[in-house]
């Protein structure tokens, strides 16, 4: 997770915050201390409540119905190119109602035309709509 999100932030750069749901994989003490190495906000929804973050729950239902559960990866190698193809699709291809019927490229690059870097927001909410992520005690396990 901490490798993929630091590509991402190389490529569009650092957001003020992250939002996700308590999953095991983000909410690991390695997740945590990236986040405060490089100075992000992290922020739970609240455990049941998915709409809190409803964007990201109905892009993961797409890709787990459309790809996850019809595909057998046969290796690390395989999933990655399976799911970059996927995601290239789905980015630069595919028209999405929720945004006038433009694909997400082509909505990203006219949101960067219409803001000037000087003017864009540093972080995407006014107020936190979730907990703050904290460091866990880990113990051992045998």
Not at 45 to 67: C, T, W
Not at 93 to 105: M, N, Q, V
Not at 123 to 139: D, E, H, N, Y
Request: contains cysteine.
């Amino acid at each position: 997770v901490v490798r993929e999100l630091t590509q991402l932030i190389a490529q569009r750069g650092k957001p003020g915050m992250i939002v996700s749901d308590n999953g095991t994989e983000l909410t690991s003490n390695a997740v945590l201390a990236w986040c405060g190495e490089i100075g992000v906000e992290w922020h739970y929804i609240a455990p049941g409540k998915p709409m809190q973050n409803g964007y990201v729950e109905s892009f993961n239902g797409r890709m787990r119905d459309e790809l996850l559960n019809e595909t057998l990866f046969l290796s690390m190698a395989h999933a990655r190119v399976e799911i970059a193809a996927w995601v290239e699709d789905y980015n630069r291809e595919r028209p999405h109602s929720s945004l006038g019927y433009a694909t997400p490229a082509a909505f990203a690059a006219e949101l960067d035309k219409q803001w000037p870097a000087s003017l864009r927001p540093t972080g995407s909410a006014t107020q936190p709509i979730a907990s703050t992520a904290l460091m866990r005690k880990t113990t051992a396990r045998l």
